[in-house]
């Protein structure tokens, strides 16, 4: 498997944010700044992309190192939408969308590294290429993109209400 200890604490970090925005997608249906969820999401995700670009499995910027940016942009962008919550209901269409898109970037990567090293020895997929990971990654985007729209809705009833 070969990971340095900021692999090891990236990755570490990594699942902790994954796992706290499934609990606040469960509970909210969106990953809600407000709670305790959310908070751990925003923090463990701004770690976790930090530390990426620290690792290079090739040496030099890498498009992991792009995506790390795009979603740091992202989660920031989303908590200064959240920070203006009073007065604008409309921010929250964009806070909720930011966050939502920068978890399913956070798992491009995910599914690429788990699945061209785990099982180790035998892992399911041999490069980036391999059809499971695009199957996958097909997948999460529908999942995606159907949340966008249950969110959007979600948010359209609480601003009309």
């Known amino acids: 498997m070969g990971l340095s200890n900021l692999g090891i604490f990236h990755t570490a970090i990594g699942v902790i944010a994954i796992v706290s925005a499934i609990a606040s997608y469960i509970k909210y249906g969106k990953i809600n ?3 305790l969820s959310g908070k751990t999401y925003f923090y463990c995700t701004m770690i976790t992309s930090l530390t990426a670009l620290g690792i290079s499995k090739h040496g030099g910027f ?3 190192h792009v995506f790390s940016l795009l979603i740091v942009v992202l989660v920031s962008v989303a908590y200064f939408l959240y920070q203006k919550k009073q007065g ?3 921010n929250r269409y964009f806070e909720n969308f930011c ?3 920068s978890f399913f970037l956070s798992w491009i990567p995910t599914v690429n590294e788990t699945f061209t090293r785990i ?3 035998h892992p399911l997929a041999k490069a980036p290429s391999d059809p499971i990971i695009g199957g996958t990654l097909l997948f999460l985007l529908i999942i995606f993109v159907a949340g966008s729209i ?3 809705r979600k948010q359209r009833k609480i601003n009309l209400s």
């Open 99 to 101: 966050l939502s898109f």
């Open 88 to 90: 604008n209901n409309r």
């Open 62 to 64: 890498n498009a992991g």
């Open 150 to 152: 249950y969110q959007y």
């Open 119 to 121: 099982p180790i020895g």
């Open 33 to 35: 700044l407000a709670a």
